[in-house]
């Protein structure tokens, strides 16, 4: 057996999967716990050092959990050579199994829900002085926003800001309303606030965070204001949010979109399914003729929307017939890119209770791939016809294929790929489009 690498008990191995929710989330836990001393494996090193392993979880579909599976094998067997490693688990996966999690995997010391981060320092402590014994700090709250705590950020471009937390849609499908509680919106001075002080450290961009922002408010203020007010904050090039909801989009919104240039013009509008039997058993809230006559009056509303979405394929009873009203919607909503994802039955939904998983899995599987090709098809045609076009584009870093170009992004928070000596990571710059792939745009400078 190879010999163990010594433990640094301060210093903290931080794994982060699912949605920037979770991204959000890590960085309000490096706050907690760098206040009580612990220090931070860098995200791109691999130590076995660490004397606590994170890993913040996410429940969403069952591949989700398959990973962890994975990793906890991994530690499984590197705890046997190194007894004193604390493991925790965070996040939403560890609120939706809490003590199952604990009783099949020994090897963990400890699971802690979204809402109870502020317990991490005591788990830590416990797991060590108690020799092991397990824990669980699973308690959801109604009031928990993590007000006092500024997240701190590994360097970025962008920042993420959760604006709210939870959701009370119960989308028949989604774990989340159960790992994540019920909603509860922050205080807009607060996220100002935050994003005064993101500007200051030279963040151009910030992302505002919540299941469904449709639903933000507080004190009499709802999402369109808070935008508005994040967008006027000086020093902020730009804005984004993800996601709302179809069902209740407030025309207000689009308005702050169109008039301000700094909030992008990019919608993320989840679709699930295109059949209005399905959306029904989903509990969305819309049938497929709101969802196409929203969608079209956001393309009228705002030039040049980036109209991007989530599709289920394989919802329980959905017939091929069902499929092809999903079909038509991709093919007349033209988004300029879809996540598509194969139904996957979740513990303690609704769907799970009422609604057998009788799609079988090459169903699903087909769907996905046909929808894939749907899709891909609308954004390559979309793409070429941007040939010619000149994109504002904010530089994020320097392209993976090859370091001597940037990859920057454009307003529709596609990737833009462009050679330029004179320009630095953060810097906003007009590129003409030369060349399209399905995923990437490909630029030249243009002479400021
Ligand atoms: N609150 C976000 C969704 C977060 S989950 C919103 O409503 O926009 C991201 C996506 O995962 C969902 O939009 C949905 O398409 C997908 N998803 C959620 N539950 C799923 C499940 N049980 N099986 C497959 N995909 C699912
Ligand atoms: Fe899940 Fe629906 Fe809430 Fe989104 S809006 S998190 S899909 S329950
Ligand atoms: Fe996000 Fe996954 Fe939880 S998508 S909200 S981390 S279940």
């Not at 991490?120 to 699973?138: D, F, K």
């Not at 006559?293 to 394989?314: N, V, Y």
């Not at 303690?348 to 169903?363: I, Y």
Request: aromatic letters at 6%.
């Amino acid at each position: 057996m190879p010999t163990a690498v010594a433990l640094d008990s301060a210093l903290v191995d931080l794994q982060t999967y699912g949605c920037q929710m979770n991204e959000y989330d890590s960085e309000l836990a490096r706050t907690i716990l760098g206040r009580e001393g612990f220090r931070f494996v860098a995200p791109d090193e691999a130590t076995d050092a660490a004397g606590v392993v994170l890993i913040n979880t996410c429940a969403i579909r069952e591949t989700a959990h398959t990973k962890i599976y994975a990793r906890l094998g991994d530690l499984k067997v590197r705890k046997r050579a190194q007894k004193d490693l604390v493991v925790g688990l965070l996040g939403c996966m560890a609120q939706n199994l809490k003590t199952e999690l604990l009783e099949r995997w020994p090897s963990v010391d400890f699971v802690c829900g979204p809402d109870a981060y502020r317990h991490l320092p005591h788990l830590i402590a416990e797991a060590r002085s108690t020799n092991r014994a397990q824990h669980a700090s699973i308690e959801l709250s109604e009031y928990e926003t993590y007000e006092d705590i500024a997240p701190t950020r590994v360097e970025g471009v962008n920042a993420w800001i959760a604006i709210m937390r939870g959701c009370n849609n119960f989308c028949t499908f989604c774990v989340v309303p159960y790992t994540r509680g019920r909603e509860r919106s922050r205080d807009p001075l607060g996220v100002v606030e935050e994003t005064r002080r993101l500007a200051a450290d030279g963040h151009k961009q910030v992302t505002l965070l919540g299941q469904n922002v449709n639903s933000y408010r507080h004190d009499g203020r709802d999402f369109a204001d808070l935008i508005e007010m994040v967008a006027d904050v000086d020093g902020i090039e730009r804005v984004r949010f993800t996601s709302p909801h179809p069902k209740d989009f407030p025309l207000k919104l689009l308005r702050v979109i169109a008039e301000h240039p700094n909030v992008c013009n990019t919608i993320h509008l989840p679709l699930q399914s295109g059949n209005d039997r399905i959306l029904k058993a989903m509990n969305r809230g819309y049938t497929q003729e709101e969802f196409l006559d929203l969608a079209a009056l956001m393309r009228a509303s705002i030039p040049g929307l980036t109209l991007t979405t989530d599709i289920i394929c394989g919802f329980p009873t959905e017939t091929d017939a069902d499929y092809e009203d999903t079909v038509h919607v991709v093919r007349e909503a033209a988004f300029e890119s879809a996540y598509i994802f194969k139904y996957s039955e979740r513990q303690g939904t609704t769907a799970e209770r009422k609604f057998p998983d009788d799609v079988p899995d090459d169903v699903k599987s087909r769907r996905v791939t046909e929808l894939l090709a749907v899709q891909r098809e609308i954004a390559r045609a979309k793409n070429v016809a941007k040939i010619g076009s000149v994109e504002r584009v904010l530089i994020e870093g320097a392209s993976k294929k090859d370091p001597g170009q940037w990859r920057a992004r454009n307003d529709g928070n596609f990737i833009v790929v462009f050679r330029d000596p004179s320009c630095a990571v953060g810097d906003v710059r007009d590129v003409r489009i030369v060349e399209a792939t399905p995923n990437t745009l490909i630029g030249e400078p243009v002479p400021a």
